[in-house]
């Protein structure tokens, strides 16, 4: 998974304690589509930004069809950013792979996050953005154990997010990257209930 993630200490902090979720609509790929174009969100998540590409790999979870979610992050009401959520069980592939690294408990999940706007990357944000994620996952998956994260070991900025929302790192080992030109070191971090 690629995550992306600003530093912390000079964001707005009503912006920070604002932070809410409302799952991807159709109406929100454009706004998605511009982000994943921005090149802080680009080099990490390696992911076509045309509206058939978001269309096409978007789609079948905000209609349903696939399993995970694809939540708009907002400040204010105001679109900021992009969570996924989902069981790690749900991809056996994906767990496969983590699993050679760490011991992985039934019902964890896992994030993916994204702060879409350029000029809010650098603020705090994204530890923002992870706890909130965090805190909603506990709320609504009363079953899970455990959140765990993979990120790229290069990714420094979004893995210091993750220690500075509360994870911890316990583990790293070759993961297959998002972006091919990154190495395939990651970090895997871990936070129980």
């Not at 045309?50 to 096409?56: C, G, L, M, Q, S």
């Given at each position: 998974?690629?995550?992306?993630a600003?530093?912390?200490?000079?964001?707005?902090?009503?912006?920070?304690?604002?932070?809410?979720?409302?799952?991807?609509e159709?109406r929100?790929?454009?706004?998605l589509?511009?982000?994943?174009?921005?090149?802080?969100?680009?080099?990490?998540?390696?992911?076509?930004y045309?509206?058939?590409?978001?269309?096409?790999d978007?789609?079948p979870?905000?209609?349903g069809?696939?399993?995970?979610?694809?939540?708009?992050?907002?400040?204010?009401?105001?679109p900021?950013?992009?969570?996924?959520?989902?069981r790690?069980?749900?991809?056996?592939?994906?767990?496969?792979?983590?699993?050679?690294?760490?011991?992985?408990?039934?019902?964890?999940?896992?994030?993916?996050?994204?702060?879409?706007?350029?000029?809010?990357?650098?603020?705090?944000?994204?530890?923002?953005?992870?706890?909130?994620?965090i805190?909603?996952?506990?709320?609504?998956?009363q079953?899970?154990?455990?959140?765990?994260?993979p990120?790229?070991?290069?990714?420094?900025?979004?893995?210091?997010?993750?220690?500075?929302?509360?994870?911890?790192?316990?583990?790293?080992?070759?993961?297959t990257?998002?972006?091919?030109?990154?190495?395939?070191?990651?970090?895997?971090?871990?936070?129980?209930?």
């Open positions: 998974m690629s995550a992306v600003g530093d912390p200490g000079r964001s707005d902090p009503l912006l920070k304690d604002s932070i809410e979720f409302r799952p991807l159709f929100d790929f454009p706004v589509a511009r982000w994943l174009a921005e090149p802080h969100v680009s080099r990490w998540w390696n992911h076509e045309t509206i058939d590409a978001v269309e096409r978007f789609g979870t905000a209609r069809e696939k399993r995970g979610e694809d939540l708009l992050a907002l400040a204010r009401s105001t900021f950013g992009l969570v996924q959520r989902s790690l069980g749900d991809f056996p592939d994906y767990l496969v792979e983590i699993s050679r690294h760490t011991s992985i408990p039934p019902r964890t999940m896992t994030l993916d996050y994204l702060i879409g706007e350029p000029e809010l990357v650098g603020h705090g944000l994204g530890t923002a953005l992870v706890k909130a994620a805190r909603s996952t506990w709320s609504e998956y079953s899970a154990i455990a959140i765990v994260v990120v790229v070991a290069s990714n420094e900025a979004s893995w210091r997010a993750l220690e500075r929302a509360g994870m911890t790192r316990v583990a790293e080992g070759a993961i990257p998002d972006n091919p030109v990154d190495d395939s070191l990651h970090y895997i971090y871990r936070i129980d209930r």
